[in-house]
């Protein structure tokens, strides 16, 4: 029996449970990022600015808060990088992660407070910036993420939106992606096997030279025999994704796709590779009339824009691959500022 198109989505395309501090490869990856950046900015001496003008035994308190609206994300990566100074540093949580930015709190003149921290001046001052370009970033692409995915639902499409693996961040992208209610590509090389350009252009590179690299029916072939070697291993993997450059292709492949199934359900996804719109409608519909289209996700991927993303999302293609809320990222405006009063 097959599942519901929601669930086959969720399948193949929601990492949501590896992105959290439970997991251990996350939290060990993302501490090593944050010593790396503050290992950059502070090196063996510190910040010789707060050095010489703060006492060691000063202490003090400052609240990290927003003045913008927008969706928190990466409060748990800062607290984690805070539990490392936890002989010098206190830190209270005042917002919870994921939760929508209201833009304005009448206790805190304007603010919504994020993050309360005391203890060591000098400590707090090295860590301030690392905390905030970590929150800024991560709060920016969760909002980005949140607000293309409100345009999405608005206009009745069902497509989701997906995080590419062209990352700056690395997973702490991918888990401001989620947390914007996004969904993520494979973890990595090593649980999902996907079939790309690359792979096609090296069947090329070991056969003979004489051959057509432009003709479709050998490329059809390569790609073909790619997929029967990856079917023959598919119990090392969490599914198969197939890139495809025509609506030809797509429909091959996804005959191919159906008929290794043979009635047995296993994640597959076909990419549609530069598609425009008109093409993954034709490509969408073909496979209806097939019978195919039940057995296969569809994934549009390629230069996709902000300002295209609606224009996908009406063919009703089931994931929208971009990486735009990452690579230009509109950062939230958070900033930390000292409380002068006790509390």
């Excluded at 304005?104 to 910036?129: C, H, K, M, Q």
């Excluded at 025509?246 to 429909?251: H, I, V």
């Amino acid at each position: 029996m097959l599942p519901d198109r929601e669930t086959m989505v969720q399948n193949l395309y929601n990492y949501k449970d590896s992105y959290t501090l439970e997991s251990p490869l996350y939290k060990t990856s993302i501490i090593a990022f944050m010593n790396s950046m503050l290992g950059e900015d502070l090196s063996e001496t510190g910040c010789i600015t707060a050095l010489a003008i703060f006492r060691d035994e000063d202490q003090g308190k400052a609240m990290i808060s927003a003045q913008q609206k927008g969706i928190l994300a990466g409060l748990d990566e800062a607290c984690l990088l805070l539990d490392n100074y936890r002989t010098h540093l206190r830190y209270q949580r005042a917002m919870k992660q994921g939760r929508p930015i209201q833009d304005g709190d009448p206790l805190e003149a304007n603010e919504d407070p994020i993050l309360y921290i005391e203890g060591r001046i000098i400590t707090i001052l090295e860590v301030e910036r690392t905390i905030l370009n970590i929150l800024q970033r991560m709060s920016g692409i969760a909002t980005e993420v949140h607000e293309q995915q409100e345009k999405i639902r608005a206009c009745g499409s069902p497509s989701r939106l997906a995080a590419t693996r062209k990352l700056q961040w690395g997973r702490m992208d991918k888990k401001a992606f989620i947390v914007g209610g996004g969904l993520s590509h494979r973890r990595g090389l090593y649980n999902t096997m996907m079939i790309k350009d690359t792979e096609i252009d090296f069947w090329h590179y070991l056969e003979d030279g004489d051959m057509d690299p432009d003709s479709e029916t050998v490329r059809i072939e390569w790609i073909l025999g790619s997929i029967a070697r990856c079917w023959r291993q598919r119990e090392k993997s969490t599914g198969l994704i197939v890139e495809v450059q025509t609506p030809k292709e797509a429909g091959i492949i996804a005959h191919r796709l159906k008929n290794l199934q043979n009635g047995h359900y296993y994640p597959c996804s076909i990419m549609l590779d530069n598609f425009s719109p008109d093409q993954i409608l034709q490509t969408l519909e073909k496979c209806r009339e097939d019978g195919t289209y039940d057995w296969t996700l569809f994934e549009s991927s390629g230069n996709i824009r902000n300002a295209s993303i609606l224009d996908y999302a009406r063919t009703g293609v089931d994931v929208i691959s971009t990486g735009t809320p990452t690579h230009s990222t509109n950062v939230l405006d958070i900033h930390m500022k000292v409380l002068m009063n006790k509390r």
